[in-house]
């Protein structure tokens, strides 16, 4: 099983970005789908999720309105679509799967494939 994540970069307070990330080895369908972002010395946490895909979607507060998790079953590839970006926003993006239940949809734990990571940095 294998993740990839891609799409970071270096952008502007108020900009667009759209992360991708293309799975092997495992199918997306029935299975929950999430982004979840981390910067240096704080816990990895939730983004966003599609529950038992193609199934509802969650998103964290902070980010609620501003970003659109999606998913392409036929190319086994989760999107995550960011407006107006804020400095906060800046992290490593991480793109997970597994069979997690709704109660623990947003904790690290409940997912059992990461990818690699990628980069977004938002300046002032």
């Known amino acids: 099983v294998q993740l990839q994540a891609s799409g970071g970069g270096l952008v502007q307070a108020g900009a667009s970005l759209r992360l991708s990330c293309a799975a092997s080895?495992?199918?997306?369908?029935?299975?929950?789908v999430g982004w979840f972002r981390q910067v240096p010395g704080k816990e990895r946490e939730f983004v966003a999720a599609v529950f038992r895909n193609p199934g509802r979607t969650y998103y964290a507060d902070t980010v609620k309105g501003r970003f659109t998790i999606s998913v392409n079953s036929a190319k086994n590839a989760v999107y995550l679509q960011m407006n107006s970006l804020k400095t906060e926003d800046t992290a490593v993006y991480y793109c997970a799967t597994g069979r997690a239940i709704l109660s623990s949809l947003g904790t690290v734990r409940a997912y059992d494939y990461w990818g690699q990571g990628t980069l977004v940095t938002v300046s002032s």
């Open positions: 080895g495992i199918p997306f369908s029935g299975y929950t």
